[in-house]
């Protein structure tokens, strides 16, 4: 785990200040009022993404009904996420942990940010997103340190509050032995509901990375499902590089769509959305909860 908060958030404070990299615009919503944002990934049957899709061969449903498409990019997609890693294991699972975290940093591109957490015997998570590959990679080579302890639902929980831009896509790239064991001194409980709940509330899609050798809390599959994230399952530490950058490849390539909803009621609505191609698969958010406006 990281050293004590009071030292490293100073640090983390002072290296985080540094000037990031220029970013891309996002897609502008304007002009499209109350439009919510669909990230959207496309698979063939091999499980490649698919590229070049057009908006006509999109369809949304919300609650059954079929809903324009308002919004549609399909160029290169910026990454902010925040990369979520569970500390919780024996000093050896150090470095293997630091190689999957590598790779994805190494997988960025320049205009992507990174937030970076752990949680053990606490949870700590950076105070911004940062594109500052040198302070990403200092963090991950000096400052990960075992624990006993793993605080799962907390840790997702506050990366879910943390603070991020209006225009970001919100996304949580989770590497975890799956066990949810908090210390006794952390303060507040966390379930498995209150974390979905926020996830569909905020639109953040979650990708969890586990393990073949653990049992799979299903509501981690839960989480990846409806938030259009994914849930990836390997053998050992060894794999997960290659899948950690599988995942920014992933993002990078997400196609986002915009309805406008039917009602802004503040009830939360089922979406579908679908694609016309044969063979392609379709991953998305599959809730969101219109907000009110004063």
Do not use: K
């Not at 919510?36 to 908006?55: C, I, Q």
């Not at 500390?87 to 205009?111: H, Q």
């Not at 992933?250 to 191609?277: K, S």
């Amino acid at each position: 785990m990281w050293r004590r908060a009071t030292e490293s958030l100073a640090v983390v404070c002072l290296l985080g200040a540094g000037i990031d990299a220029p970013r891309q615009a996002p897609p502008s919503f304007r002009g499209v009022a109350n439009a919510v944002p669909l990230y959207v990934t496309v698979t063939d049957a091999e499980g490649r993404a698919v590229s070049g899709l057009t908006r006509d061969e999109f369809e949304i449903l919300e609650d059954g009904r079929a809903r324009d498409v308002a919004v549609f990019a399909a160029a290169h997609q910026p990454v902010a996420a925040t990369l979520l890693l569970d500390m919780n294991g024996p000093p050896v699972e150090v470095p293997w942990l630091r190689d999957a975290a590598t790779a994805f940093v190494n997988a960025l591109a320049p205009d992507d940010r990174v937030r970076l957490g752990t949680f053990g015997d606490e949870i700590f998570l950076s105070p911004r997103l940062t594109g500052d590959r040198a302070y990403l990679q200092w963090v991950l080579r000096d400052e990960l340190w075992a624990a006993a302890s793993s605080p799962l639902w907390n840790a997702v929980d506050a990366a879910l509050a943390a603070d991020g831009e209006p225009a970001d896509r919100r996304t949580i790239v989770l590497l975890t032995n799956g066990y949810h064991a908090p210390p006794r001194r952390l303060d507040g409980r966390v379930g498995a509901r209150d974390v979905l709940d926020r996830a569909e509330a905020t639109g953040t899609a979650v990708f969890v990375v586990t393990f073949e050798a653990v049992t799979l809390d299903r509501r981690l599959q839960l989480l990846a499902d409806r938030t259009g994230g994914r849930l990836t399952t390997i053998q050992d530490l060894s794999f997960a590089p290659e899948v950690f950058a599988g995942i920014v490849s992933d993002l990078h390539t997400q196609y986002l769509l915009g309805f406008v909803p039917a009602r802004i009621d503040g009830d939360t609505h089922e979406i579908e959305v679908r694609v016309t191609r044969p063979g392609a698969t379709v991953r998305s958010r599959t809730r969101y909860r219109t907000v009110r406006t004063p």
